[in-house]
């Protein structure tokens, strides 16, 4: 069965920082892109990053970049988001989501970030 | 910064026809947007509907449907079950800048 376990998420204060982790089975982690999405309470979902089965790309929404680093551990099967220099407009529920051939599946279930001193 | 457009809400009746529709402010939606639809019921994980505009995953209903309409994107169901009550969103990609959008979300509600 293919997981997506996302963790590390909970409460940092403004200007902090905190590393999300995404621990993936049941299929070959090193073949897929992968892609951290979030959604802010009660809001509509944002995408913020992606990347390559080998880290050569790496792209940013405008809101994350400069802030947020994605990448990935193929020999581990997880991937990682490190988050510095957090704001209030951070705060959210960060899924990963696997993707090939521009189709982006499954997700895990989230893991809630808050940002707030 | 590109947004891309929902329908906040939309009513349908249980067996009926609706479509919600995925529009750019870059201009019209094509093929190369790779569209995708997503339903997400509440306290629970977005699941994926609809990849590459119309292509459905194995666990798609058949009453779901994608396309191209105009110059948007759009997901149809027809044949609404009350089980399809959920909030949708759609996803463009946006290959100059190598950056995938949401849609604000369109609530479907089936009364």
């Known amino acids: 069965e293919v997981q997506l376990v996302e963790s590390g998420g909970g409460l940092v204060q403004p200007g902090g920082s905190l590393r999300l982790s995404c621990a993936a089975s049941g299929f070959t982690f090193s073949s897929y892109w992968m892609y951290w999405v979030r959604q802010a309470p009660g809001k509509g979902l944002g995408w913020v990053s992606r990347?390559?089965?080998?880290?050569?790309?790496?792209t940013y929404a405008d809101s994350v970049k400069g802030r947020f680093t994605i990448s990935r551990d193929n020999a581990k099967n997880t991937l990682y988001l490190q988050m510095n220099s957090l704001r209030a407009e951070d705060t959210a529920v960060y899924y990963c989501?696997?993707?090939?051939?521009?189709?982006?599946?499954?997700w895990g279930q989230g893991t809630l970030v808050t940002v707030s001193s | 910064q590109t947004v891309v457009t929902q329908e906040p809400s939309l009513t349908v009746s249980p067996g009926g026809t609706v479509t919600l529709t995925c529009a750019s402010s870059a201009g019209a939606v094509t093929s190369g947007h790779y569209p995708n639809w997503f339903q997400q019921k509440p306290g629970q994980a977005p699941r994926a509907l609809i990849y590459?505009?119309?292509n459905k995953h194995s666990w798609t209903p058949a009453r779901f449907s994608g396309s191209l309409l105009g110059d948007k994107a759009a997901l149809t169901l027809s044949g609404v079950q009350p089980e399809d009550e959920a909030e949708y969103y759609c996803l463009l990609f946006y290959g100059g800048a190598q950056l995938w959008v949401f849609g604000g979300g369109t609530k479907l509600t089936v009364l």
């Open positions: 989501a696997r993707a090939k051939d521009y189709a982006i599946d499954p």
């Open positions: 590459t505009t119309s």
């Open positions: 990347i390559n089965s080998d880290e050569s790309i790496t």
